[in-house]
Every structure is written in C-alpha cells, then in structure tokens.
C-alpha cells in the first residue's frame, strides 16, 4: 500500500512539473508575442519622423510647379525653397547631437515633431516668397533632428535580430512618404490647381502632431539610460522590450561593458541600492572602451566623490567641460575605432546623396517636364516612380537581416550605376531626336545660347526651347512665349521674312468650342516631340528600385550600428550632417548643371553614375558585415591592435564583475526582478 501512494504521489508530482512547464512556455510565448507587439508600435512611432522626411521630400517636388506660377519664381528662387529646408536640415542635425546627448532620444524627437507641426502651418499660410522660404527653414530644422534621433532609438531599443528589420522599416517610411505625397501632390493639382500647393505642405502638421502626442508615453532609450548611469531605470525599461529577464539582463551587461569606466563608477557610486535593494555599488572597475593612460590608475584609486556620494564643486567643473561639445568632438576623434567608424559612416552617407538620389526626388516632376510630359503628367508620373522606391526599401527590409547590409549595398550600387548611365543617354537621345533646326531660319536672338561641355549652337528643339523666350516650329527656334511666336522681321529691308512664313502652320488656328482660347496646332515652347520620353521612365524607375534596395535605408541602419554608445549621439550627427550637407550641395545645384550652358540634363547624370562607380570600388574594400550582430560586437569590429587593444573581447574575470553591477553586487543571482506589465 506505501508502495502504490508512493507511485501516486510522483505521478502528481510529475503532472505538476508537465503542467508547470506547459504554463512556463504559455507565459513565454505570450510574452514574446506582448514584446513584439510593443517593439513594432514603438518602431511605428519613431517612423513617424521618416515619413514626414520623406513626405516633405515629395511634396516639393510636385508643390513647386504651383507655387512657382502662385509666386513667379526664378530658378534661382525654386532652388532656394528646396535647399533653405536642407541647408536648416543640415545646421539642426549638427546641434541634434548634443541635444540627444544630454536631453535624451525622446526629448529630441518631441521636439522635432512639435516643431515640425509649427513649420507646416506657416507653410500653409505662407503669402509671398520670404515667408515661403521661412516656413521651409523652420521645417528644416525639425526634419534634421528627427533624421538623426529616430534612427539611433529605434536602433537601441530594437533586439539584435529584428534591429536591421526595424531600422529599415524607417527608411521604407521615408519613401512611402515620398510616394504618400506624390499622391497628394497629383489629387490637390488636378482639382485645386492654384491653392492645393498650400494643402500639400499645411498636410504634415497632422502625422507630425500624431507622433508627439504618441511619444509622450513611449519609454528613453535604455542604452542612453545606462550612458547617463541610470542602470535600474535601464534595466526595468529593457525588461519591457526583450523576451526573457535574461536577456536583458546580458544586454545590460554588454551595455555596461562598452561605457566608459568612469561613467559606470560615478553610476555606482551615486545609486546606493540595486533593483534587488540589497546592494551599494561602491566599486570601481576597469573596462569598456576607455583608452586613457590613467585607466589602472582609476582603478587603483577607486572612489573619488566624497563620502556623501555627491560631486565637489571642482569635479562638477571638470564634469561640465569634459561635457562640452568641443571636448566631445576631441575625445570622438581621438578614438581611433570611432574614428575609422565615422569616416566610413560620412563617406557612406556622401556617396548616397552624391548619387543623385535627391535631385530625382525634388526636381521629378521638373525631369519629365525636360522629357517632354505636360506639367500634371509630370507631377503624376513624379508621384507614381516613387513607388519604385517604396518596394525596393520594403524589399531590403525582408532581405537586410538574412541577406547582409554589405550585400545589398554593393548590388544596390552597382546597378544605380547602370541606371543612371541609361538615364543620361535615354536624355541624349531625346536631344537629337527632338527635331532639327534649319540655323538659316533661325533669328540671332535664338541662334545660340552659352554652353560648356557642347558648341551652344541651337541644333535640336531641345536645345530652342531651353532658351529663355524662344520657341520651335516648323524647323525654326524663333521668339515668342507659351501662346505662341512674336510678330518679327528677321532679315536686312531687301531680304526679309516674315514669322508667318517661318511658322506658317502657327496660323492655323482652332477655337476650342468651350470658349475663344486660341490653339496654336505646331508651336513648342517648353517641351519637344521625344520618342525616347518612355525609356526616362523606365531607366527612372529601374534608378529608384535598385535605389531603394540597398543604397536607400542601408546607410542610415549602418550608422545607427558602428558607433560606440559614448560617442553614438555625435557621431550620427556629423555623419548625418554630411548627408544633408550633400543633399544641400546636389539640390541646390541640378538646375543650374542640368542647364545646357552648363553640363545638360543627360551631363548632369553622367556625373552621378560617375561617383556611383567610384563609390562601388571604395566601399567594396572599406565595407563590413555587421548582420545578426550586437551594437557592441559591432563596436570591436573597428579595434585592432594597432590601436593599442591587446584583445578586442572581455575576459572572463570583466564578465563576472559586469553581473555583479547589473544584478545588484551579487553575480550568482538568478532571479531579477519582475518586469512591469507592457502596456
């Protein structure tokens, strides 16, 4: 009989362990699924900021055909509108660093949200040329500060294996942006053509509204937390974003681990009680990635705070100068693995606009127009290709964590290479395609134009109607404007023709049977016959797909991943700048290369293949892999023991001592705190 109860009472006991475990792995899946749910909300909502990146991107392009008729705008004034937001872009992600320093990441994308909103209702108000570019400059400023934050938050709260998904989710929001007001831009002119340009720049006050209000509960950075050293606070947010208390756990270890020695031990020394409440962090140890000479001596030394655990006066000064942005920028430049790291995330970013990315997406309504498409054609097929780019960035995210980032990027440029060498000739061949020109009929006025890479000799149509008021008709490039050729004499008084024997078929004239507007049956003057205006389209198209693929989202996910956390927040920020530095330089300057007294619109795109090829050649040499590895392994990637690293791992001994700072002084401890529910 004690036999058989014995057998019963382990028959319960094992059903209790089945039923325990089965409830263990309930509790884990549910929790997974509950942390991945957050993860793609919070990625969401810092997204937010890449789509109005990319929507104010669009929305330009298609806005500034209105606004230029609304205003009357120069050339030189259209370039001032679009490169016044990049130039305002470019200032604002260079104090964007120092700002996500010290006031955190979610503070930074707060502020570029409220003030992005603010930008948007002048825009919308906007009553003459100086206001224009106002409310583009203030614009500007909240769009250079979310381009550098959202990418480093989503980047160190994601989990390694979902952080390249993530991040590129991002960059896929900045063309869907683009593509979302390509849409608008196409709709808005179509039914409201002289008021919809305010309607198209007044709509990103309401996603930029939405992402303020949203990130009013989103949690900091845990990584920024930790560099701060507020290692509980760090703890309990990581315990809401990764699937088991474990993991997060080893993340804070790895995170503590790459900080600079002294920021841990002034973290320990002001925090008297761990999450567990049992233990004072008063140690002092030496890791991470300092390189000062006085590293074992901090060790030796230990605690240098007095007893109360607060800073004397004469430490607070030396805090806040170690603390200033010169010093910062010194330090960063002084650390060689930071160093090679940022040039490489500069020349990446400068190779991305100097490809000519932008000048498709802020002058693509202005590209078709040159390709002989009337103006809501164009500004139709300008929303549309930016489709292309939306599925090239949506492909990179299913690819960029089973594919590689160096894969996508080499392949991605390589073909933008053969893109644009297919753009520049598709516009070659529309130039001699265009239509002759009989030189002998045509006046001085429109003979010839200043060139620099052709004779200026007006040959083609193409080459006419890029002259300021002339126009083609049968053979000739004569003056006159959209409604027609001037009346003229062209000749000496005994050997003189008239514009009607020039242009005979301008007189056949038909009155529209709506009203008495008059339509002129052979005049040109802004566009010519192009037979090759379809394979722009195409090789435009094929340009934004392989764009989007690779070169689109991956220099942004890579640079949210080479930087140590120390010197992250700045060295995003100058290699951000360098990407609108050079958004500002190739915006602000394709109307004036694509002119035809400069290098033409097929010469301007020749020049970008150009430094896509040598971008090829550099980054195949100087690009590593980074999938599927933690910001800190990232991190060793760039030490080498020239450098003076006489190992680029942590030993065993780091590691022990690591767990007894995150877990509270005791590294034995197996059971952290419950995390808080997730919202």
């Known amino acids: 009989i004690d036999d058989v109860d014995d057998d019963d009472d382990h028959s319960e006991d094992n059903d209790d362990d089945a039923a325990a475990s089965t409830t263990f792995e309930f509790d884990a899946i549910a929790r997974r699924r509950q942390v991945v749910r957050y993860m793609r909300f919070l990625t969401f909502m810092a997204a937010i900021g890449g789509f109005l990146f990319g929507y104010d991107t669009g929305v330009v392009s298609g806005a500034m055909l209105p606004m230029k008729r609304a205003f009357d705008l120069t050339s030189e004034q259209e370039e001032v509108v679009v490169s016044s ?10 104090f964007g660093g120092t700002m996500n320093h010290k006031l955190g990441r979610r503070i930074s994308i707060l502020f570029a949200a409220f003030v992005f909103t603010i930008g948007s209702i002048i825009l919308f108000m906007a009553w003459d040329y100086s206001m224009l570019v106002f409310g583009r400059i203030i614009l500007g400023i909240g ?25 590129t989710i991002n960059t896929l929001m900045i063309t869907f942006g683009q593509f979302f007001a390509g849409m608008v831009d196409g709709v808005l002119d179509q039914f409201f053509p002289n008021t919809g340009w305010r309607f198209m720049l007044g709509f990103a006050a309401v996603p930029s509204t939405i992402m303020f209000v949203g990130f009013l509960s989103l949690p900091e950075s845990p990584r920024w937390m930790a560099s701060k050293g507020m290692l509980d606070q760090a703890k309990q947010v990581l315990y809401t974003l990764r699937e088991t208390n474990e993991q997060a756990d080893e993340e804070l270890m790895d995170i503590v681990e790459a900080l600079p020695h002294k920021t841990v031990s002034s973290s320990m020394e002001s925090s008297p009680t761990s999450a567990n409440g049992g233990h004072n962090y008063n140690t002092s140890l030496s890791y991470g990635s300092s390189d000062s000479s006085d590293h074992h001596e901090d060790m030796d030394h230990g605690n240098t705070n007095n007893k109360d655990g607060i800073l004397s006066q ?14 910062r920028v010194y330090e960063m430049m002084s650390h060689a693995p930071t160093r090679k790291a940022l040039f490489l995330g500069c020349m990446l970013m400068a190779v991305q606009q100097f490809a000519g990315i932008n000048t498709v997406m802020y002058y693509a309504a202005s590209i078709y127009e040159m390709s002989g498409f009337d103006e809501l054609t164009a500004v139709w097929l300008s929303g549309f290709t930016a489709l292309a780019q939306v599925a090239g960035i949506a492909a990179s995210t299913v690819l960029v964590d089973r594919v590689g980032r160096r894969t996508l990027v080499l392949t991605s440029l390589g073909l933008v290479s053969l893109s644009l060498v297919g753009l520049a000739t598709s516009f070659y061949l529309s130039r001699i395609s265009s239509g002759t020109i009989d030189t002998q009929q045509t006046p001085y006025l429109c003979h010839a134009q200043p060139a620099t890479i052709w004779d200026g000799i007006t040959a083609y149509c193409y080459d006419c109607t890029s002259i300021p008021n002339c126009g083609y008709c049968n053979g000739a490039c004569v003056p006159g404007n959209a409604t027609g050729p001037f009346s003229f004499l ?27 507007d008059v339509i002129l049956t052979a005049w040109r003057y802004n566009t010519c016959p192009n037979p090759y205006g379809l394979l722009s389209v195409f090789f435009m198209v094929m340009y934004l797909l392989t764009f989007g693929i690779g070169m689109g989202a991956m220099p942004w996910t890579i640079n949210s991943e080479i930087y140590p956390l120390k010197f992250r927040s700045l060295a995003v920020s100058f290699s951000t700048a360098t990407n609108w530095i050079g958004n500002l330089v190739v915006s602000a300057t394709f109307l004036s290369i694509s002119s ?41 990637l760039f030490r080498h023991k020239t450098d003076g690293y006489d190992s680029v791992h942590p030993n065993h001994v780091e590691r022990e001592s690591l767990k007894s700072i995150t877990n509270g002084g005791d590294s034995s401890s197996s059971s952290p705190p419950t995390p808080p529910p997730i919202t």
């Open 490 to 516: 062209y000749g000496d008084k005994d050997n003189f023709t008239t514009s009607d024997t020039i242009c005979p078929a301008t007189q056949q004239q038909q009155e529209d049977e709506v009203g008495s």
């Open 85 to 94: 937001t990049v130039f305002a872009a470019f200032v604002s992600s260079l």
């Open 314 to 327: 004469q430490q607070q000064q030396q805090q806040m100068e170690n603390d200033s942005f010169g010093h």
């Open 143 to 167: 769009i250079g500060v979310a381009s550098l934050t959202t990418p480093i938050y989503i980047a160190e709260v994601a989990m390694p294996e979902m952080r390249g998904q993530l991040v």
């Open 596 to 636: 035809p007294k400069a290098l033409t619109a097929y010469g301007a795109f020749g020049l970008y293949g150009g430094i896509a090829v040598l971008g090829f050649v550099w980054l195949y040499f100087a690009l590593p892999e980074t999938k599927g590895l933690s910001l800190e392994e990232i991190e060793r």
